[in-house]
């Protein structure tokens, strides 16, 4: 029996100009998932559009799928870095109403470049188990640190990270039934505001 092929782990930068490079490869990454969507991105073409050996491409992203997710994960943090949905409280004083909003304004940020989003959704999906080599704990993750900070006080409780780990799942599922047209955005965003609510109300 053929043994499964082994994906190896990404590296990680190691200097400023390694994480400057690391960028130039997900912004590359991004406006050709953009423009051609991700069946037609070819690994070269991004190593040629972010100036890089291919080997260096591979070496910080070991497959298409990989790359992609971290591209979402890249728009989450410059989303959620660049100010869009307002300073984070210490305490937020309506939990529910802030996450909602948080997560209604990220899916209209990531909505807002159609082929891009169809990308980072299909490499959600495309040989998940074989091409991504790193698990993680979404609470861990920018989103989740965001939606814990917007719960408050009950933010360092293990159910407070079930509640977060429950809204990712619930904003993602939304988000892609939204992408396919499944529902219209406007259905999705009632469904996230009624989700937050039942989910993130103290």
Same mark, same amino acid.
Request: net charge neutral; proline share 5%; glycine share 8%.
């Given at each position: 029996m053929a043994r499964p092929v082994e994906v190896r782990r990404p590296a990680t930068p190691a200097s400023s100009g390694q994480a400057v490079r690391r960028v130039r490869i997900l912004r590359a990454a991004a406006e050709l998932g953009a423009r051609e969507g991700?069946?037609?991105v070819q690994m070269h073409d991004v190593a040629k559009g972010a100036g890089v050996a291919i080997a260096t491409l591979y070496r910080y992203f070991p497959s298409k799928p990989y790359l992609f997710l971290s591209v979402l994960e890249w728009h989450i943090e410059q989303f959620l870095g660049?100010?869009?949905?307002?300073? /984070?409280?210490?305490?937020?004083?309506?939990?529910?109403?802030?996450?909602?909003?948080?997560?209604?304004?990220l899916? @209209?940020?990531?909505?807002?470049?159609?082929?891009?989003?169809?990308?980072?959704?299909?490499s959600s999906f495309t040989e998940y188990a074989s091409a991504v080599p790193t698990r993680f704990d979404i609470v861990?993750?920018?989103?989740?640190?965001?939606?814990?900070?917007?719960?408050?006080?009950?933010?360092?409780?293990?159910?407070?990270?079930?509640?977060?780990?429950?809204? /990712?799942?619930?904003?993602? @599922?939304?988000? /892609?039934?939204?992408?396919?047209?499944?529902?219209?955005?406007?259905?999705?965003?009632?469904?996230?505001?009624?989700?937050?609510?039942?989910?993130?109300?103290?």
């Open positions: 991700l069946a037609r660049d100010g869009a949905t307002g300073p /984070v409280p210490q305490e937020a004083t309506d939990p529910a109403t802030e996450v909602a909003e948080t997560l209604v304004a899916s @209209g940020k990531l909505l807002g470049s159609p082929l891009l989003a169809s990308a980072v959704a299909l861990a993750r920018p989103l989740g640190q965001r939606l814990l900070c917007l719960l408050g006080s009950r933010a360092d409780t293990e159910t407070a990270h079930s509640r977060v780990r429950l809204l /990712v799942y619930s904003w993602w @599922g939304l988000f /892609v039934a939204m992408l396919t047209e499944e529902i219209s955005t406007a259905e999705g965003e009632a469904a996230l505001r009624l989700a937050a609510r039942l989910i993130a109300a103290r």
